[in-house]
T-cell receptor
Framework: EPEVTQTPSHQVTQMGQEVILRCVPI?????FYWYRQILGQKVEFLVS????????KSEIFDDQFSVERPDGSNFTLKIRSTKLEDSAMYFC????????????FGDGTRLSIL | DQQVKQNSPSLSVQEGRISILNCDYT??????FLWYKKYPAEGPTFLIS?????DKNEDGRFTVFLNKSAKHLSLHIVPSQPGDSAVYFC?????????????FGSGTRLSIRP
């Protein structure tokens, strides 16, 4: 069964450094998402992406964050200058559509900011 | 922001019996509801969904019930199996919004005891 893949599984970065999290969505999916889960908290929506542009972003997704689909398969989340509070699990998801279509999630990247 | 609420953080059920997980929501604009299952160190796995035009959807051992007037949904698992032990997330979205971001509940940890 096709799946969303994320790399790396764990990323350790010094505060203030840039980090790029990578995702390969399911191949026939058109909608892409990033979510995060801080330890002990809910899974939170960050951003959705369709047709090479952001569809919606949450208040968490400030100017430090950006997303890109650099080629036909990858979908990336960049955090420009990481902060301690960016430490979380970051999940990528994709869906074939938005109307009554489930989003399928990758296994996440654990981001640890030191 | 408690738009999706799972009031039971944990549930223990004997193998072979029925597991019932409950979820309440407050946003009347939600019209698509999903259940995800999550094992440690993995991403949420889509289980079953229901749109607001239905009150029941069944897939094998899993049945989701929706009571729109009460803004309540439940997931029934019967019979419960040891592999069902996981955290279950209730989630909701506005199916016809531009991006259909998913709003997650806080999860219920289901333990199936032998």
């Amino acid at each position: 069964e096709p799946e969303v893949t994320q790399t790396p599984s764990h990323q350790v970065t010094q505060m203030g450094q840039e980090v790029i999290l990578r995702c390969v969505p399911i191949s026939n999916h058109l909608y892409f998402y990033w979510y995060r889960q801080i330890l002990g908290q809910k899974v939170e929506f960050l951003v959705s992406f369709y047709n090479n542009e952001i569809s919606e972003k949450s208040e968490i997704f400030d100017d430090q964050f950006s997303v890109e689909r650099p080629d036909g398969s990858n979908f990336t989340l960049k955090i420009r200058s990481t902060k301690l509070e960016d430490s979380a699990m970051y999940f990528c998801a994709s869906s074939v559509g938005t109307v009554n279509q489930p989003q399928h999630f990758g296994d996440g990247t654990r981001l640890s900011i030191l | 922001d408690q738009q999706v609420k799972q009031n039971s953080p944990s549930l223990s059920v004997q193998e072979g019996r029925i597991s019932i997980l409950n979820c309440d929501y407050t946003n009347s604009m939600f019209d698509y509801f999903l259940w995800y299952k999550k094992y440690p160190a993995e991403g949420p796995t889509f289980l079953i969904s229901i749109s607001s035009i239905k009150d029941k959807n069944e897939d094998g051992r899993f049945t989701v019930f929706l009571n729109k007037s009460a803004k309540h949904l439940s997931l029934h698992i019967v019979p419960s199996q040891p592999g069902d032990s996981a955290v279950y997330f209730c989630a909701a979205s506005e199916a016809y919004s531009s991006a259909s971001k998913i709003i997650f509940g806080s999860g219920t940890r289901l333990s199936i005891r032998p």
